[in-house]
């Protein structure tokens, strides 16, 4: 029997990456015991595996897909074909960025200033590219943690991941430069995109996770409205796509179903109810497949 052999990133994107699986249809049972997840699915076998080393794995075929950062197939160079991008991280929706950091108090403003100098970083390769890009070197050397209290007493500088900054703040340091933005990406072992039964579930798979994406901080509304109120019911209501709207047994009335964003409810609620329309009802969402 065929089981499609997936990596979920172990560490910080873990809980999040729980959540979208969950929000996707799937139930996934992480045990602090085991690197080898539950899943309620018998087409699928998870395992935990650190995002740094993602890539490595599904290029070699131990894995046939895994959820990883673009900036980690930068790092490893990994060949891995690249399903698509799933805008999340550990905090929520959006992207992360790798910036050069220096001590608050530092007289260095810009890369051209750490000529000579230590640079900390798990990212060394893409430090190494960035500083020679830049025509500047350096010692990198590779931190296994902690990289921000490395400075000023074991680096002068560090390249570190950050989502908010807050990090950073913390350990009063002081952003010099952005040297990539990156996102969650979805990953599959090339020789597995081959295989026409794996080929399939990857694809579904993605679908379904970039659908669950799609319904964070999302909502669906169903109201019904006199067909004489329709075109002012409609010009209160912004839509990802047009309204759905159906004729009701009643003919003098529609009902229209429409997705918004969550946080922009609480006034367009009021405007809709203020244009005629009732039975007004507003409902969560797991996935948005377009």
């Not at 809980?15 to 045990?31: N, P």
């Not at 399903?83 to 608050?104: D, Q």
């Not at 798979?205 to 970039?210: E, F, K, P, R």
Request: with cysteine; hydrophobic share 45%; charged share 25%.
């Amino acid at each position: 029997m065929s089981r499609l052999k997936l990596g979920i990133p172990k560490g910080s994107l873990q809980d999040s990456t729980v959540e979208l699986f969950a929000k996707a249809g799937w139930r996934l049972t992480i045990s602090s015991r085991s690197y080898f997840p539950g899943i309620d699915d018998p087409d699928i076998e998870c395992m935990l595996v650190r995002a740094q080393e993602m890539p490595r794995y599904v290029e070699s075929g131990a894995l046939d897909a895994g959820l990883t950062g673009k900036d980690w197939i930068m790092e490893t160079g990994a060949e891995v074909e690249q399903i698509g991008e799933l805008v999340y991280s550990k905090t929520g929706l959006g992207r992360v960025r790798w910036v050069l950091a220096v001590a608050e108090d530092s007289a260095m403003q810009s890369v051209k200033d750490l000529q000579g100098k230590v640079i900390a970083t798990e990212a060394v390769k893409m430090t190494e590219k960035y500083l020679a890009k830049n025509g500047v070197t350096a010692r990198v050397e590779f931190s296994w943690g902690a990289t921000e209290v490395k400075v000023p007493q074991l680096a002068d500088a560090i390249v570190e991941v950050t989502e908010t900054g807050s990090s950073l703040r913390a350990n009063h340091l002081r952003v010099v430069d952005t040297l990539m933005e990156s996102a969650t990406v979805f990953i599959a072992n090339r020789a597995a995109r081959k295989d026409a039964w794996k080929n399939e579930q990857i694809a579904n798979m993605m679908m379904l996770l970039d659908g669950a994406i799609k319904a964070y901080n999302r909502v669906g509304l169903m109201l019904n409205v006199r067909k004489s109120d329709l075109d002012n019911v409609l010009s209160a209501l912004p839509a990802l796509r047009n309204p759905t709207i159906a004729q009701l047994s009643d003919p003098d009335w529609v009902a229209i179903n429409t997705i918004i964003e969550e946080k922009t409810a609480r006034q367009i609620i009021p405007k809709l109810k203020a244009a005629r329309a009732e039975g007004i009802v507003e409902y969560p969402l797991n996935k948005v497949v377009y």
